[in-house]
């Protein structure tokens, strides 16, 4: 399975990027190219389980050099995806399962569990004060081992002579329990983000550019997600909208600061947008004009001025969404679509933004190399004329045959030609 290439590392990342580069900003590129975001493939295709990849990162970089090795993808994607579990460990991460953790087992997913983690009747303390809430409220209920730092809200106080009674409940055991995990955590952290940063500058030098710089959230989701939940933030749109509005104004801002930190902090221009609650399933146009796409507007705007590329990957069915999403600068945004219908998608959209997406992960891992060659074939007729889309799975790629994911790339790299 293994593709020769004559040219220099520093060649092959030049004309990589390029071609990304050209799709973006609407422009024919050479070919199409292949960007697929694989989550557990990797490891699976490399002969480790889930858990070694999570733990033992000398494993988890054998596995990912054979991958770049055998497929050559135009964007890599470093082991970002297989989280330091062992932090998790330290800190007792509340809202997520991993492999080998509560039951799970040592090929599983992990996977994130909703929990409510802001009342309803607490979104004026989230509006009025968000960072104190966080570190308050927020992070003793997400993590076991940091229950202490519902003391920080004092901190609020510590203005003039505030500081005698705000610092006081940093002398007890309980608070200083807590610090000595979060510091060891945020160590084992730095350890992951040393080996990502290693791994990232390889595939640099052997001519991947990687596709990520930053990681965001639609202030929607943010408050949805992790705050209050799937089933809670649904309800207040009927409930309690004026404070849903007033919450998500207040999120939004922060968003934008933090995926410009985030790739100021990597040097690098893409930011990936994970959409979760603005599908067609979970709301009606009217909400999502209101409550979804206004402020999402604004985090794509603000990475935009900042000189950033948002990458919006659309988890679920947006296909009533499409013409809203028209409303962006032209040739500065990629939509990723997973259920989406794709030859509508580049009617509506062609002419302003880069998309990708759609290769029904059920076909790689189910169907034949002809049927996933015959997707692809579909995909490029009807989506990659004079440029602007991206090959992409449709969802993170885990289970798939690797016949079916070579055919994928072999057959676009042939058929997916302007030249």
């Not at 032209?330 to 062609?350: N, S, W």
Request: some cysteine; charged content about 25%.
């Amino acid at each position: 399975m293994d593709i020769k290439n004559s040219k220099s590392g520093e060649e092959l990342y030049n004309e990589r990027l390029k071609r990304v580069h050209d799709c973006i900003e609407l422009k024919v590129p050479d070919r199409v190219p292949i960007i697929p975001v694989m989550q557990g493939f990797i490891p699976y295709y490399g002969g480790i389980t889930l858990e070694e990849a999570m733990n033992e990162y000398d494993k988890a970089e054998k596995a990912f050099d054979k991958f770049y090795n055998d497929f050559e993808p135009d964007l890599a994607w470093d082991p970002v995806l297989m989280y330091p579990v062992n932090a998790f460990k330290t800190w007792d991460l509340k809202w997520m399962r991993w492999p080998g953790h509560k039951g799970l087992g040592p090929n599983t997913m992990y996977q994130f569990l909703e929990n409510e983690n802001m009342t309803e009747d607490e979104y004026d303390e989230l509006i009025y004060d968000p960072t104190c809430f966080i570190a308050s409220k927020w992070i003793p209920r997400s993590f076991g081992n940091l229950g202490a730092f519902k003391h920080f809200e004092n901190l609020r106080d510590s203005l003039w002579l505030g500081f005698f009674n705000s610092f006081f409940p940093f002398s007890t055991k309980e608070m200083q329990q807590s610090l000595n995990a979060l510091m060891k955590g945020a160590e084992q952290m730095s350890d992951w983000y040393d080996f990502l940063a290693r791994y990232s500058d390889k595939l640099q030098k052997k001519g991947f550019p990687v596709a990520w710089g930053a990681f965001a959230f639609a202030p929607f989701d943010m408050l949805g997600d992790t705050l209050r939940g799937t089933t809670e933030i649904l309800f207040d749109l009927k409930d309690r909208p004026e404070k849903v509005l007033a919450a998500v104004d207040k999120l939004t801002p922060i968003a934008i600061e933090s995926a410009i930190r985030g790739a100021a902090g990597t040097g690098r221009k893409f930011v990936w947008i994970w959409l979760h609650k603005g599908i067609d399933e979970f709301m009606s146009d009217t909400d999502y004009k209101t409550f979804y796409w206004p402020s999402l507007k604004k985090l794509i705007l603000g990475l935009i001025d900042a000189g950033l590329t948002p990458m919006l990957y659309g988890e679920g069915k947006l296909d009533s969404r499409l013409e809203i999403m028209r409303d962006v600068p032209k040739g500065k945004v990629v939509y990723h679509f997973e259920y989406v219908d794709m030859p509508r998608a580049k009617e509506v959209l062609g002419d302003v933004a880069c998309i990708s997406g759609n290769v029904p992960n059920s076909i790689l891992h189910f169907g034949t190399v002809d049927e996933v060659k015959e997707y692809c074939k579909y995909l490029i007729d009807n989506c990659a004329k004079d440029g602007g889309f991206m090959m992409d799975t449709g969802g993170l790629l885990d289970d798939a045959k690797p016949e079916n994911v070579k055919a994928m790339f072999d057959f676009t790299r042939e058929y997916g030609r302007y030249l």
